[in-house]
């Protein structure tokens, strides 16, 4: 090889050219990922940010005779096709509930009907134009306002647009979750205990170890057939309950906990359990004095996250009939109800356009706590993260 | 329901009074033991836990065994009595409680066993559950076999599943009249979708660990984790209503104007949106197995006068490769698996076809459509889920074992204990 000096500085400007590419490669894909994320995020607050303001109408609501037959006749013409029909069909059931109203006026907010609501949002709605006019009108009167639209916490699920909350489903998630942690908790901390602390090392345990990694990999529909197939065709617990549902989420979420405890107790240094039967501790009160209150943060850590992961779960409760129509909150752990995830997936599903911004809406709601979660998970190993 | 309820209440109320009685009389007794001057093998407390453990152990083991003879064999055990039963045994494990209190009895070591048995039950449950799931799917799959040939399940290219419901009212025209069952189509749309996913998660989540792993200043890396995080948890329904509302859409524009035609449903959009959900698992496992190879390596390379470039390209890479193939294995089979995307993002319709702006529909799909409809359990369309279910189960069992074994044998050539 006889390059002379020129060709060979030439070379190396090559190489070192290549070599800055992969690094601007490799930052672009890192850019794209945070690029996505941004999108993504601004879309769903383009959407979903909508859901929480509510067009009202500030209507004078009549009680006569014949609003006590049709509520329609309690509002004034101009008013009554651009109320929702929710609140026509209240009064008559409040003239009855309390007598009294009769013959008295009640000038108040309501509801405006779901076509007011998504013009007033700028969306393309069925509204001819001499209602548009007069909703202007009404706008510039200041009649028809957004208001925050406490509703959407407050409600379940409807069939109309503007009546849809998510209250029905956060009550069922909180439930579902309580039914999951009971079991997924316990049962976890105790395998990672056992394996790490008590087993012996022989074929059992090794099987064990494997079929909790799997666990932790196999699709999480597949969860949803056994749930289908043991829970409720065997067992007869009742379908579409907090129960099955949460049972079902448990055993997703075991091999999460597992693992994580098994980690947490690994970073607690021999030296203690030494020091512990060396003061002549039994195996059980060395777990119990000393190592599991030093691997808590750890397990707590990873509880959170197993927890966030299996509210943001929506496959095995398909399967388990958790995606229904919950219009009232539920009662009991034995009675049907909806999850977050669950309440998205079913709006997203609705033809109306207006359920598009309740289900970004929804979202919104479901991907603050998790983060929230998340984030609370992220300090809390932080703040007891301890360096040996 | 109230009238299961109440007899359990009372029993779970009444074991719960038995277990304070034996707490604190076997505490009272063993302290009055000791006070008397004897030594005993433990303390106090540990007699008393043993006495509650006597009590309610055995009382728990016998109505829980009798509740799932009860649910397995169907045999009609009455509550009452069984209860009562659990009860009687509950008294007698006090009686003995009480009996064991006693200077030469090792209390501590009796508890010890007891709870390394509960502990080790606690693990099986993990077995349990994929016994589970094995039978589960297994079993109605064998039913579904028997109603239609494994060989067509495998090898047919038509999914009809349309007229399973008369047949299941009785009204169909014999053996297989009408309904098709096979799956190859389907398999062909996850795979198609799974590609996709993989084209876009590969090389993103790889160069984004290259870069995390070699290149990035600790401030970068500080936020380009948790914003890797954020993207591994955000729901996959999320995903998909911002696949089939945002991204679908955007693609057909775009094809378009390039003058294709593309489906509103098309592989495109959920095949992409899930690559994104994989990044994070790509690019975290990606990363440790990056920062695990060990420095000397990189000390060497660079000593010969390789570029940084030619260093992580020609040392790094090709030392992290098992650890990066079981990345994307892994990322794979959660691909292959996902369901929310493809169900609210991919079509209904099976189609068989390379072009990935057509509508297609994948395994989650038809057994998620074949769940929901209202079809009874032992119709045809229900158990070709199951059916699904267990090719899904073993195609990703196998992907999942690869990887394990791959990580294995690099965790050995490097010696490293975290991975």
Known sequence: MNDSFDQISQQLKGRHR??????????????????????????????????????????????????????????????????????VRTIPLEMRNDPTLLGTTVQRWVLASGEVDQYLKGNRVRLDDEEMERIDRLVETGKIEQQFNVGFFSRGDSKMAELAGIMSAVVGTVMTMIVTLAIA??????????????????????????????????????????????????????????????MTLALMTLPVIIISTRTALRSVPESIRHAAFGVGCSRWQVVKDHVLPLAMPGIMTGSIIGLAQAMGETAPLIIVGMVAFIPDVTASFTEAATVMPAQVFTWANEPDHAFVEKTAGGILVLLAVLISLNASAVLLRKKFERRW | MMLTN?????????????????????????????????????????????????????????????????????????TFPLLLASLVLAAIGLAVGMVLVRANFHARQAIERVIRWV?????????????????????????????????????????????????????????????????????????????????????????????????????????????????????????????????????????????????????????????IMIIPFISSLSDDVI?????????????????????????????????????????????????????????????????PLEEMTTVTVRIVAAM??????????????????LVLFVVTLSLNLVSVIMIRRFREKYRVNNL
């Not at chain 2, 200043?217 to 890797?228: H, T, W």
């Not at chain 2, 010969?304 to 090709?318: A, F, H």
């Not at chain 2, 929901?372 to 279910?389: K, Q, V």
């Open chain 2, 119 to 275: 502990l080790a039950g606690a693990a099986t449950i993990s077995i349990l559950t994929t016994l589970g799931i094995l039978i589960s799917i297994v079993g109605e799959a064998l039913n579904f076999f028997q109603m239609h040939s494994f060989w067509d399940f495998i090898t047919g290219t038509t999914w009809a599943p349309g007229n399973s419901f008369l047949m299941a009212a009785g009204r169909g025209d014999g053996a297989s009249g009408g309904a098709e069952f096979g799956s190859v189509p389907l398999f062909a749309g996850t795979f198609m979708i799974t590609a996709i996913a993989m084209a876009v998660a590969v090389p993103v989540g790889l160069l984004s660990a290259i870069y995390m792993g070699e290149y990035a200043p600790s401030r970068v890396r500080a936020v380009a984790k948790p914003m890797l995080e954020i993207l591994a948890g955000i729901p996959t329904v999320v995903y998909g209503f911002f696949a089939a509302i945002t991204v679908a859409p955007f693609i057909v524009r775009v094809a378009e104007t390039v003058g294709l035609d593309a489906s509103f449903n098309n592989a495109l959009a959920p095949g992409i949106v899930m690559g």
């Open chain 2, 372 to 389: 929901t409809g209202d079809l009874e359990f032992e119709s045809a369309e229900t158990l070709s889920a199951f059916a699904l279910g």
């Open chain 2, 291 to 355: 920062n695990a190879v060990p420095d000397s390596m990189r000390q060497g390379s660079l000593a010969l006068g390789m570029t940084k470039g030619e260093t992580i390209r020609d040392v790094v890479i090709p030392a992290a490769l098992p650890g990066i193939i079981s990345a994307s294995l892994l990322g794979m089979s959660r691909a292959l698996g996902e369901t929310m995307i493809v169900v609210m993002a991919a079509g209904m319709r099976p189609n068989l076809t390379i072009n």
């Open chain 1, 185 to 246: 908790f316990p049962i976890g901390v105790m395998t990672a205990i056992y394996l790490e602390e008590f087993a012996p090392d022989n074929r059992l345990t090794q099987l064990i170890e494997i079929n909790i990694n799997n666990l932790a990999a196999i699709p999480s529909i597949l969860f949803g057939l056994l749930g289908l197939a043991i829970f409720i065709n065997f067992f007869g617990v009742p379908r579409s309950t907090p129960l099955v549902g949460g």
């Open chain 2, 6 to 78: 109440h007899p359990f209440l009372i029993f779970c109320s009444v074991l719960l009074l038995l277990g304070l009685m034996a707490f604190f009389i076997a505490r009272k007794k063993a302290t009055q033991v000791r006070a008397s001057g004897t030594a005993m093998f433990s303390q106090p407390d540990q007699y008393a836990w043993f006495a509650v453990v006597a009590t309610a152990g055995p009382a728990i083991l016998l109505s829980a065994l009798g509740a799932f003879v009860m649910l397995l064999i169907g045999a009609d055990i009455p």
């Open chain 1, 18 to 87: 290549k070599s800055m590419r992969l690094k601007y490669y490799s930052m672009g894909a890192l850019a794209l990922a945070a690029a996505f994320l941004l999108i993504f995020f601004a879309d769903m607050l383009n959407k979903g940010l909508p859901a929480f303001k509510q067009a009202m109408i500030n209507v004078e609501i009549n009680y006569s005779e014949d609003a006590a037959k049709s509520g329609r006749a309690a509002v004034n013409r101009d008013f009554s096709t651009l109320i929702s029909r929710s609140v």
